[in-house]
């Protein structure tokens, strides 16, 4: 049996997943999570945290699920920040009563056929407790081939419906479970995706994820979801697209997608996305660490205005590359990861071509999605890692790192 499942059974306590309220003690200090719906964030919001995470001493940074997360956070600042973010309903951050969506929520970052069926799923979801942390769900528009990929429990993929090879029509949407397509089709993927919750939630014990139900159990989610919502099912045909769908660089669709390094957005480059962020532009978080601007009258010139803050090459060296926050900033961390990445970058020695997710121990906090190697830093008295020097050689003592190829786990 699987040790996730060997987890699950024996699992007496909720998860622990910090948001906007729960918060999480690190060593810098208190650490919020807010989970934007399909990573929409308005620039009110965009402000509200720069300017939390400026005076917390951190860079804003993106998370593997698309959210956001504000570091070294006074008690007092941090509920000052989830007030104030209330306060800009009917955005979606925090409803105006403070709630929060209970688990992630991805949504095709381009486009903006699904958006309401991403706003209709977290009004449902909101306050809901029997829903854990952990679980993600994912919507992606029809040809996308974008958050399929990132290892989501409930995808929801719109899909020509049954015999339309012209794919001109209406479409419909499909369901997979843990990456697997159920054959379950119906024409509202709202209800789609809320009648997988609700046959998760009612049926998962203590499991978190559906990769920890067994092979029974998903059987029996798969026939309540087509119970509670008259799907009709087909031949399984879809699988998940790749993990890494990164596109930088402007669009002629009036899009620009930028890549922070490190995930990190700095009260500068906040700033500059705000000011962006007028006339009708939106902005989406993604799970890929990248921000998606939409609605661009002239993608190249907001390209220009953020050049030197972020990544917009589409041949950039930190694309596909990510790293848990490490020392000193955790307590648990062995190495300076962030800095040692860097340095690698820097040197040539990563970058380019195998997403990696740098992290300070064997927790690997926010390993994204999908398949990736997972360069995880080693007790320097341990002698069988690599030593990563400032320029790749040995000359500056850094962190020692082993390589672990992981796919499919999304942490943190
Ligand atoms: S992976 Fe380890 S070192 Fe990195 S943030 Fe998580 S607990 Fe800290």
């Given amino acids: 049996m699987p040790r996730t499942r060997d987890r699950a059974a024996t699992r007496a306590r909720p998860d622990a997943c910090p948001g906007a309220w729960r918060r999480h003690d690190a060593a810098d200090g208190a650490l919020a999570r807010f989970r934007p719906v399909g990573g929409a964030t308005t620039a009110a919001e965009l402000r509200l945290l720069a300017g939390a995470a400026t005076l917390g001493g951190s860079p804003l940074e993106l998370t593997s699920r698309g959210s956001w997360q504000v570091r070294g956070l006074a008690g007092s600042t941090a509920d000052d920040l989830a007030d104030a973010l209330r306060a800009d309903h009917p955005d979606a951050l925090l409803d105006v009563r403070g709630r929060d969506i209970p688990c992630g929520l ?8 699904l958006d309401g069926a991403s706003a209709q799923v977290a009004t449902a979801l909101r306050g809901r407790t029997d829903v854990p942390g952990r679980l993600l769900i994912a919507l992606e528009d029809r040809g996308a081939g974008d958050v399929s990929g990132q290892g989501a429990d409930i995808t929801v993929i719109l899909v020509a419906r049954p015999g339309d090879h012209t794919l001109d029509g209406d479409p419909t949407a499909a369901l997979l479970l843990d990456g697997t397509d159920t054959g379950l089709r119906h024409p509202d993927p709202t209800a789609l995706a809320l009648a997988a919750v609700d046959a998760f939630a009612a049926r998962r014990d203590t499991a978190w994820r559906v990769r920890e139900l067994d092979d029974t159990t998903r059987g029996a ?24 769908p990164t596109a930088l660089g402007p669009r002629d669709d009036g899009t620009l997608e930028v890549l922070p390094r490190l995930g990190e957005v700095d009260a500068a480059t906040a700033a500059a996305l705000v000011g962006l962020l007028l006339d009708g532009v939106t902005l989406r978080a993604t799970p890929w660490r990248t921000l998606v601007l939409r609605g661009l009258d002239d993608p190249a010139a907001a390209a220009r205005t953020l050049d030197g803050l972020v990544e917009t090459d589409p041949a950039s060296r930190w694309r596909g590359l990510s790293a848990c926050v490490g020392a000193p900033r955790c307590a648990r961390s062995l190495a300076d990861v962030r800095g040692d990445l860097a340095a690698a970058v820097e040197s040539g020695h990563a970058g380019g071509t195998v997403r990696q997710h740098w992290v300070g121990c064997g927790r690997a906090c926010g390993t994204p999605g999908g398949r990736v190697a ?3 830093a080693l007790d320097p008295d341990e002698s069988l890692g690599y030593n990563m020097g400032a320029s790749g050689g040995r000359e500056q003592q850094r962190g020692i790192y082993r390589t672990v190829v992981r796919s499919g786990r999304v942490t943190g």
């Fill in 221 to 244: 989610v798969v026939a309540d979801v087509r119970d509670r919502s008259d799907a009709v099912v087909v031949l399984p045909d879809l699988t998940p697209a790749t993990a890494d």
């Fill in 374 to 376: 997972v360069i995880e």
């Fill in 106 to 113: 991805l949504t095709s970052p381009r486009s903006t056929r």
